[in-house]
């Protein structure tokens, strides 16, 4: 899967710390999202996804391989 | 959702500070036969491995027994103790690394049985006891800990 996490953070003028803060997870998280190494929950896309007012699919898209 | 089998942040520090003595103690023990003799104790006979004949005294002394528990309970309370902020991207490296430690142990442990003989197998199996929390332990710092490097230049 892949994301626009970090597209959307310059759109809004969020630094990671400050994503990681309004979703309530670590920095780690954001990083390794944001470097495709963890999938999220549909918790976490979902709280994401309504901090930038976009629907799930906007920001998370399935790779080829999923 | 929150891991009821974690202990709070704070018991890293206990985990740590039981470890660190009870190591050293227990490389003593094993390795230069260390005992204090204030431990000395007759055991109840009904137990396992324990019987009062001319040449098998039930006279023990416990300073093996104390530091091994104190190396497994730091070891313990340190792999179960949550990070600073256990969020569920921490949660998945735990349990990666749990599976990763499991894995490594066994091939270490299997390597062991081919390369090690006689009584220095006792070593092996002696030290395999701690493998698992060990390996985890690394394993998950490593992983965490290269995350927060690659974080500095990521703004």
Redesign the interface.
Known sequence: MKNNIRVERAIHNM??AELAEKI??????I?????N??V??TV?ALKIARLFSKPVEAIFQLDPED | MKNKLLLPHRYKFIGLMMLIPAFAAGISVLFFDWQWSPLDVDLPKWLPGVSDTLFNKPANNLTDELTLSLVLLGLVILCFSSEKEEDEFIKHTRLESLQWAVLVNYIILFAAVWLVYNNEFWYVMILSMLTIPAIFLVRFHWVLNRNNLKMEDAL
Do not use: D, F, G, I
Request: hydrophobic fraction near 20%; glycine fraction near 0%; avoid cysteine.
């Open positions: 630094t990671q309530q997870v670590s920095r780690q998280t990083n390794a999202m944001e470097s190494k963890y999220p929950s976490l």
